[in-house]
């Protein structure tokens, strides 16, 4: 079963402007995991935030996590063609946390 | 080296044939895993191997076998699949967790899969 829920299932947007997404969980975390995945390959990971963070920056990525509301947030900002892509959150799950649950992904699509 | 290679790319078969799925790292991980994806939806865990011993087995069918022949490689041994399990194969790897202690942050990295069709 899906530990998270992500929403839109998917966006497009103008180059240059900002995508935000979000994802929903369902039991505690020690972590959550952003990946993003271009059209057929593999998973990238792009950033990852612990429990007792609320937000953290990578980039143009700016990742928030309320952990009362069991929500995620994924914010890329001046977003590019590149970016055109699914994104997905990912918690560990399991008693050594080495199982990583999926949410749904949000499919984003920037338009030149 | 950061990259973790599958072979082959892309994988025809027929319901009758024997096919194997490799996975390569060169990270010094001890956690390899297989997972399965469909289209247009996430990545589904099917095995877990830590220190080349199987620790998760997500109540895969038989006729996917998984082998961790040394602490690089993985495979995925198929037979008599059906053409529902056609789907995108991606192997991922990971530092380990030791003794009972949570390994907190357990980024993967992951291959660019295998497309599998069974016909």
């Known amino acids: 079963s899906q530990q998270g829920e992500e929403d839109p299932q998917a966006l497009s947007i ?3 402007e900002n995508a935000t997404m979000n994802c929903s969980y369902k039991t505690s975390i020690n972590n959550l995991q952003w990946y993003r995945q271009n059209s057929g390959r593999g998973l ?3 950033i990852l935030i612990r429990s007792n963070e609320r937000e953290k920056h990578s980039g143009r990525l700016r990742v928030t996590l309320d952990t009362s509301k069991k929500s995620s947030s994924l914010l890329i900002t001046a977003s590019r063609a590149a970016d055109t892509a699914s ?3 990912a918690t560990p799950t399991g008693e050594y946390g080495n199982k990583l649950v999926f949410g749904a992904g949000t499919i984003l699509r920037v338009k030149s | 080296d950061t990259e973790v290679t599958q072979t082959p790319k892309h994988l025809v078969m027929g319901m009758t044939n024997k096919k194997s799925l490799k996975c390569e790292q060169h990270m010094g991980h001890r956690a390899m895993y297989w997972y399965k994806q469909k ?3 996430p990545p589904e865990l099917m095995f877990v191997y830590s220190y080349e011993k199987l620790s998760i087995n ?3 069918p038989s006729r996917f076998s998984p082998e961790c022949p040394n602490s690089s490689l993985l495979n995925l041994h198929l037979h008599a699949l059906q ?3 056609s789907a995108l194969y ?5 530092q380990s967790w030791t003794g009972g202690l949570r390994n907190r942050d357990n980024e993967q990295f992951f291959g660019p899969g295998t497309r599998l069709t069974v016909l």
């Open chain 1, 14 to 16: 103008q180059e240059g």
């Open chain 1, 44 to 46: 990238v990971h792009l």
């Open chain 1, 87 to 89: 994104y997905f959150c």
């Open chain 2, 39 to 41: 289209a247009k939806k």
């Open chain 2, 58 to 60: 997500e109540s895969v």
């Open chain 2, 83 to 85: 053409p529902e399990d």
């Open chain 2, 90 to 94: 991606l192997c991922a790897s990971s």
